[in-house]
């Protein structure tokens, strides 16, 4: 196993069924003291060779996030750390050929998840395709994205955005590294679902990440995640009350407290009903991120990136299976609940979504409609709508659907959130329980295949036509999709009367919030 001259310092992984793997590289000095919610700083580097084997703490989160609903390694206990900021990579080798790069951001709402989990393990991807995988880790919850800047008068220029800041300071330790693990970095893919989804979406407008990447896979979360200063200003001076600091007096008290104190209370005010939803989250400041993300893309921001973009047909059924009661939801809490959406009146919704849901015969209780309706929200409208900018704007874009379903938990969930992970990676039979979630049959064997190749094809090419060879780029009239379900088609449209409900609403506000 060769000794790896990195621009920090020498570095030296592990080799495991022919894949060189390197894992907890930092790429960036740790956050801590003076440095805690500052940008990301240049790591001053170490003498002698790191044994980049074992991965490195992660970042904090409460412990539930930590050992995660998707980790599918119980007896995995993580430890948690404020130097956190590392990187691992999987390479067929560390030659002098340039592999197309794939950089995965991790989901977790941004208040949870790590590079590490079990899941996203690259070897799978590295081998079948012979690229080289990248998985970081980044700050999270009330150490990554809340904006101090503005009550603390500038002592402490947070501006929320760190999290997103971490990420744009990995991919600067990709480009000038990768090529000596045998990457290309002239050609990097940025991916990542859920808050990772939404993080490449926001990397697409973020000016500091320019050039940084060529090609795009939002999964399950496009460019529609960020809050507004005022918003940001409101969470911030509600967290320094749970706090109990002053944030005009009691700077150093801020940058000596506990992480875990932190943490914990932005666990609790995110528990809150804060009019916002997720409250830990991009923002819009007006300078690191000028624009919400999908008006930038709309002016340009991306024109130069090629994007493939998509979601999963029910994401919304894994939250609504880790919602105690709410499977009892009525018409009128139904009807209730869309009413009162903070933009707009979603209750003309209903009666279309429960003949779309009756017409293929699936369930059209009170709670399954009320979970179609958000699924669309939150996550496959906005795919669709970056797709529309980037093809309005004459770029080859790509749109997915996954309608592939969990045999888990009785089949309830559907095709869910996250249901695409194990498929991307080919950790669907990592072990016993993301066989159950995923599912281990053959048929699931030959999607994982499929949809590996041609997440692979498009950072190879730009282009996901391998297999899927008739897969157009995506426009108004036809829109060409990718479906993955048993087995993976392209339709144009699908689910198109459900699509056209959207298009009627005037404003897109509610699209991608929470």
């Given at each position: 196993?060769?000794?790896?001259?990195?621009?920090t310092?020498?570095?030296?992984?592990?080799?495991?069924?022919?894949?060189?793997?390197?894992?907890?590289?930092?790429?960036?000095?740790?956050?801590?003291?003076?440095?805690?919610?500052?940008?990301?700083?240049?790591?001053?580097?170490?003498?002698?060779?790191?044994?980049a084997?074992?991965?490195?703490?992660?970042?904090?989160?409460?412990?539930?996030?930590?050992?995660?609903?998707?980790?599918?390694?119980?007896n995995?206990?993580?430890?948690?750390?404020?130097d956190?900021?590392?990187?691992?990579?999987?390479?067929?080798?560390?030659?002098?050929?340039?592999?197309p790069?794939?950089f995965?951001?991790?989901?977790?709402?941004?208040v949870?998840?790590?590079?590490?989990?079990?899941?996203?393990?690259?070897?799978?991807?590295?081998?079948?395709?012979d690229?080289?995988?990248?998985?970081?880790?980044?700050r999270?919850?009330?150490?990554?994205?809340?904006?101090?800047?503005?009550?603390?008068?500038?002592?402490?220029?947070?501006?929320?955005?760190?999290?997103?800041?971490?990420?744009?300071?990995?991919l600067?330790?990709?480009?000038?590294?990768?090529?000596?693990?045998?990457?290309d970095p002239?050609?990097?893919t940025?991916?990542?679902?859920?808050?990772?989804g939404?993080?490449v979406?926001?990397?697409?407008?973020?000016?500091?990440a320019k050039?940084?990447?060529?090609?795009?896979?939002?999964?399950?979360?496009?460019?529609?995640?960020?809050?507004n200063?005022?918003?940001a200003?409101?969470?911030?001076?509600?967290?320094m009350?749970k706090?109990?600091?002053?944030?005009?007096?009691?700077?150093?008290?801020l940058?000596?407290m506990?992480a875990?104190?932190?943490?914990?209370?932005?666990?609790?005010?995110?528990?809150?009903?804060?009019?916002?939803?997720?409250?830990?989250?991009?923002?819009?400041?007006?300078n690191?991120?000028p624009?919400?993300?999908i008006?930038?893309?709309?002016?340009?921001?991306?024109?130069?990136v090629?994007?493939?973009?998509?979601?999963?047909?029910?994401?919304?059924?894994?939250?609504?299976?880790?919602t105690?009661?709410?499977?009892?939801?009525?018409?009128?809490?139904?009807?209730?609940?869309?009413?009162?959406?903070p933009?707009?009146?979603?209750?003309?919704?209903?009666e279309?979504?429960r003949?779309?849901?009756?017409?293929i015969?699936?369930?059209?209780?009170?709670?399954a409609?009320?979970?179609?309706i958000?699924?669309?929200?939150?996550?496959?409208?906005?795919?669709?709508r970056?797709a529309?900018?980037?093809?309005?704007?004459?770029?080859?874009?790509y749109?997915?659907l996954?309608?592939?379903?969990?045999?888990a938990?009785?089949?309830?969930?559907?095709?869910?959130?996250?249901?695409?992970?194990?498929?991307?990676f080919?950790?669907?039979?990592?072990?016993?329980?993301?066989?159950?979630?995923?599912?281990?049959?053959?048929?699931?064997?030959?999607?994982?295949e499929?949809?590996?190749?041609?997440?692979?094809?498009?950072?190879?090419?730009?282009?996901?036509n391998?297999?899927?060879?008739?897969?157009?780029p995506?426009?108004?009239?036809?829109?060409?999709?990718?479906?993955f379900?048993?087995?993976?088609?392209v339709?144009?449209?699908?689910?198109?009367?459900?699509?056209?409900?959207?298009?009627?609403?005037?404003?897109?506000?509610?699209?991608?919030?929470?």
């Amino acid at each position: 196993m060769s000794q790896i001259e990195t621009s920090t310092g020498k570095v030296q992984g592990a080799e495991r069924d022919g894949i060189e793997v390197f894992k907890g590289i930092p790429y960036a000095a740790p956050p801590v003291g003076e440095l805690r919610w500052r940008s990301p700083q240049a790591h001053p580097g170490w003498s002698g060779v790191l044994q980049a084997t074992d991965y490195s703490p992660i970042s904090w989160q409460s412990i539930n996030e930590a050992g995660g609903v998707l980790s599918f390694d119980p007896n995995n206990k993580p430890e948690l750390s404020e130097d956190c900021l590392t990187l691992n990579i999987w390479t067929p080798s560390t030659d002098s050929e340039k592999r197309p790069v794939l950089f995965w951001i991790h989901g977790g709402g941004f208040v949870g998840g790590s590079g590490s989990s079990l899941i996203y393990d690259g070897a799978r991807l590295a081998q079948r395709g012979d690229v080289v995988v990248v998985s970081i880790n980044y700050r999270l919850g009330a150490l990554g994205f809340v904006n101090l800047a503005e009550v603390t008068g500038g002592r402490i220029p947070a501006s929320g955005n760190e999290g997103l800041e971490d990420q744009v300071f990995a991919l600067k330790w990709v480009r000038d590294n990768i090529e000596r693990f045998g990457g290309d970095p002239s050609n990097i893919t940025i991916f990542g679902e859920s808050a990772g989804g939404m993080s490449v979406g926001a990397l697409m407008a973020f000016p500091a990440a320019k050039g940084l990447f060529h090609k795009a896979i939002p999964q399950s979360g496009a460019c529609h995640t960020a809050i507004n200063l005022s918003q940001a200003t409101n969470i911030a001076e509600k967290l320094m009350s749970k706090l109990g600091v002053s944030p005009n007096k009691d700077v150093q008290t801020l940058i000596e407290m506990p992480a875990s104190q932190i943490t914990e209370q932005g666990q609790i005010l995110a528990a809150e009903d804060n009019g916002v939803g997720m409250i830990f989250q991009p923002c819009v400041d007006g300078n690191v991120l000028p624009k919400l993300p999908i008006d930038s893309v709309k002016q340009g921001s991306a024109d130069d990136v090629a994007v493939l973009a998509g979601a999963t047909r029910d994401e919304w059924r894994l939250f609504v299976s880790m919602t105690p009661g709410i499977a009892n939801m009525t018409e009128d809490q139904l009807r209730s609940q869309l009413q009162n959406d903070p933009q707009n009146d979603l209750s003309p919704m209903i009666e279309p979504y429960r003949d779309m849901l009756t017409s293929i015969g699936h369930d059209a209780s009170p709670v399954a409609i009320h979970s179609a309706i958000q699924s669309e929200r939150a996550f496959r409208i906005p795919a669709i709508r970056l797709a529309e900018a980037m093809s309005d704007r004459g770029c080859d874009t790509y749109e997915y659907l996954f309608t592939v379903e969990s045999p888990a938990m009785k089949g309830i969930l559907g095709s869910c959130h996250a249901i695409d992970i194990g498929y991307v990676f080919g950790s669907h039979t990592a072990n016993k329980g993301t066989s159950t979630f995923f599912g281990g049959e053959d048929e699931h064997k030959q999607l994982a295949e499929t949809v590996m190749d041609t997440w692979l094809s498009f950072a190879r090419t730009g282009r996901p036509n391998d297999p899927l060879t008739d897969w157009q780029p995506y426009d108004r009239e036809n829109r060409s999709t990718g479906v993955f379900g048993l087995p993976a088609t392209v339709e144009n449209d699908p689910y198109g009367e459900v699509r056209a409900l959207w298009d009627q609403l005037e404003s897109e506000s509610p699209i991608g919030t929470f």
